[in-house]
């Protein structure tokens, strides 16, 4: 049989499935999923298998109008993450429709894809009923030329195996890109990092989230199978620290017991995870913070 492998990049305004449709796809937990938008920063590659094909899936940043160096840093890896890929999946959200912001993917959507294959994933199918998804089906395609429509709930499962099958079936004749068992393609110290900072994004929920950053210093691998893992929480303000550690060090203490049982599962293995929380006014003007979260700090630049 012939092998085939390649990118599918998912595309979408923030907060529209891209992260949890990642996860379902490739069959394990390889992109943070929280209730607030912009999450993820970096384009994260999971890696599945269908039949003969490997299928390389690149969640991407959510795409919407930047304001700050991070945030277009973030937008750049998104339609940067579309534009090496071999197919793209543009995901919106049934109950949403199209917004303003989904207008503004479609305006730069031909510019970016080329002639390349793209499909419409209509994402929380169960929020609707069926004549506003027939509807605004139809009127997606008069917008745009997408090569397929899935209709699918990216939580529940509903359509994830079509579209995986559609997608598969597209993929360029190519000798695999990863080792067979491999899901991730992303350093594990990335990972260890990207658990961390999820924990923190479910557990605080004021603004916070979006003025810290988590870095894995120190990987020490040990006799016993076991590893030590020590991360740096970044903040902006002094006041931040002290939300993170909370009363009598109560939240950041949850937040490490959460990430390191997370990574216990992940890896298989005992994990000793140690946190610090550092104080940096300027770390979102930091190139060395960008790279750490696998951005390209001149990507931010107005």
């Known amino acids: 049989m012939t092998k085939r492998a390649g990118f599918v990049a998912l595309i979408g305004e923030p907060n529209a499935g891209k992260s ?8 394990a937990k390889v992109s943070i999923v929280t209730h607030k938008v912009q999450t993820t920063r970096a384009r994260i590659r999971g890696v599945a298998l269908e039949g003969d094909s490997q299928i390389v899936f690149v969640d991407t940043p959510g795409l919407f109008q930047p304001k700050r160096r991070l945030d277009r840093a973030m937008v750049a890896a998104a339609w940067g993450g579309a534009a090496d890929a071999d197919v793209i999946v543009l995901l919106i959200e ?10 503004a993917i479609l ?33 997606m395609n008069a917008r745009f030329d997408f ?12 359509g994830v195996a079509d579209l995986r099958k ?107 995870l140690f946190l610090q929380v550092k104080v940096r006014p300027n770390w979102l003007e930091e190139s060395a913070r960008y790279s750490e979260m696998g951005l390209n700090f001149k990507d931010g630049n107005t």
């Open 147 to 158: 090569t397929e429509t899935f209709m699918i709930s990216a939580e529940k499962g509903y």
């Open 20 to 27: 949890t449709l990642t996860n379902y796809l490739v069959g």
């Open 107 to 139: 305006e730069n959507l031909s510019d970016v894809v080329g002639k390349r294959p793209v499909a419409l994933a209509i994402n929380k199918i169960d929020k609707v009923k069926s004549d506003e998804l027939l509807g605004l089906t139809q009127e």
């Open 166 to 272: 559609w997608l598969a079936e597209r993929m360029p004749e190519s000798p695999w890109l990863y080792p067979e068992d491999q899901i991730a393609d992303l350093p594990m110290r990335m990972i260890a990092a990207e658990m961390t900072r999820e924990k923190l994004t479910l557990r605080l929920h004021q603004e916070l989230p979006y003025q810290l950053t988590v870095e894995t210093e120190h990987w020490e691998e040990r006799q016993d199978g076991s590893a030590r893992v020590d991360q740096i929480v970044y903040v902006a303000r002094d006041g931040h620290k002290g939300i993170i550690l909370g009363k009598k060090g109560e939240t950041i203490k949850a937040v490490s017991q959460s990430a390191r049982a997370e990574l216990e599962e992940f890896l298989g293995r005992k994990i000793h």
């Open 94 to 103: 049934a109950h949403r429709g199209i917004t303003k912001g989904v207008e």
